[in-house]
Nanobody, 114 residues
């Protein structure tokens, strides 16, 4: 049974930081492209950051220079370090594992507000 379990979300003030984690089980984690998506109320889900099995990374323009994605294959875990958070970063953040198959986590809420 495949599971992706996110953690690390919460309420943070503008300018603050959070680190999201996603632990995968039931897959050969190292061969998967790992993605972080987010979905704000009333908006479509969007790709925030991606890391390949070779650890090359891509980011949405809106988060470049503020967010960093990384992976630890020994721990079957992908991280999203989020710095300089803005109110517009408020969303549910989802972990996604992708090869020929695709799997999703349940999401973790991030709220940026004073």
């Amino acid at each position: 049974q495949v599971q992706l379990v996110e953690s690390g979300g919460g309420l943070v003030q503008p300018g603050g930081s959070l680190r999201l984690s996603c632990v995968a089980s039931g897959i050969t984690f190292s061969i998967y492209v790992m993605n972080w998506y987010r979905q704000a109320p009333g908006k479509q889900r969007e790709l925030v950051a991606q890391i390949s099995k070779y650890s090359s990374t891509n980011y949405a323009d809106s988060v470049k220079g503020r967010f960093a994605i990384s992976r630890d294959n020994a721990k079957n875990t992908v991280y999203l370090q989020m710095n300089s958070l803005r109110p517009e970063d408020t969303a549910v953040y989802y972990c996604n594992a992708q090869t020929a198959h695709e799997y999703w986590g349940q999401g973790t809420q991030v709220t940026v507000s004073s």
